[in-house]
């Protein structure tokens, strides 16, 4: 299995922050990575796909980037509604395909 | 815009059969990979497996022996069918859309808390 590996498991951060999370693969997956954000008790939303495309309707703030094993989110100016648990995905392997263990972002 | 709604029961005895249905509206049941995708504290989110109208499926791997997807095109639905249960498998279960040509997520379904439990 390819292991997902995100980084800081928690970040603390305030409105108009500029946030960076980590996810590194534990084997070369070019570009096939997808980002998340999931809300307590709702299911998780397709922020990015193929590491670096902005899905239909998200807000130009997220960003991602990176490509083989280590790739970033970017939030470029944290705002109330993106506090919460963010995830990233690979499908370079689709068997199977997996999950990093999540990032939540909360308010300093 | 497609939509996705499991049902199913959010009880489950031991070493039982665990059944849960989604239903798809707004979209063809033929325009993705249907998957179900479960979420517990202790793991995370985890792949179960997708299937194709047409048949196709793929599994996780340390799942496989234990379950079944199926879709039902007449009915717009498709099902998980996930056997000889422990509380292991108590988890939040997404039904989600898989792209069919690259294997991201999207829409997911609201999800829905499963109890394994006697």
């Known amino acids: 299995d390819i292991q997902m590996t995100q980084s800081p498991s928690t970040l603390s951060a305030s409105v108009g922050d500029r946030v960076t999370i980590t996810c590194r693969a534990s084997q070369s997956i070019s570009t096939w990575l997808a980002w998340y954000q999931q809300k307590p008790g709702k299911a998780p939303k397709l ?25 970033t989110l970017t939030i470029s100016s944290l705002q109330p509604d993106d506090f919460a648990t963010y995830y990233c995905q690979q499908y370079e392997t689709y068997s199977p395909l997996t999950f990093g263990g999540g990032t939540k972002v909360d308010i300093k | 815009q497609v939509q996705l709604q499991e049902s199913g029961p959010g009880l489950v005895t031991p070493s039982e059969t665990l059944s849960l249905t989604c239903t798809v509206s707004g979209g063809s049941i033929t325009s993705y990979y249907w998957t179900w995708i479960r979420q517990s504290p202790g793991k995370g989110l985890e792949w179960i497996g997708s299937m194709y109208y047409t048949g196709s499926t793929d599994y996780n791997p340390s799942l496989k022996s234990r379950v079944t997807i199926s879709v039902d095109t007449s009915r717009d639905q498709f099902s998980l069918r996930f056997s000889s249960v422990t509380a292991a498998d108590t988890a939040v279960y997404y039904c989600a859309a898989r792209n069919v040509d690259y294997g991201w997520f999207d829409p997911w379904g609201q999800g829905t808390p499963v109890t394994v439990s006697s």
Request: hydrophobic share 30%; charged share 10%; aromatic share 12%.
């Open chain 1, 47 to 71: 922020l990015i796909y193929k590491a670096s495309s902005l899905q239909s309707g998200v807000s130009s703030r997220f960003s991602g980037s990176g490509s083989g094993t280590e790739f």
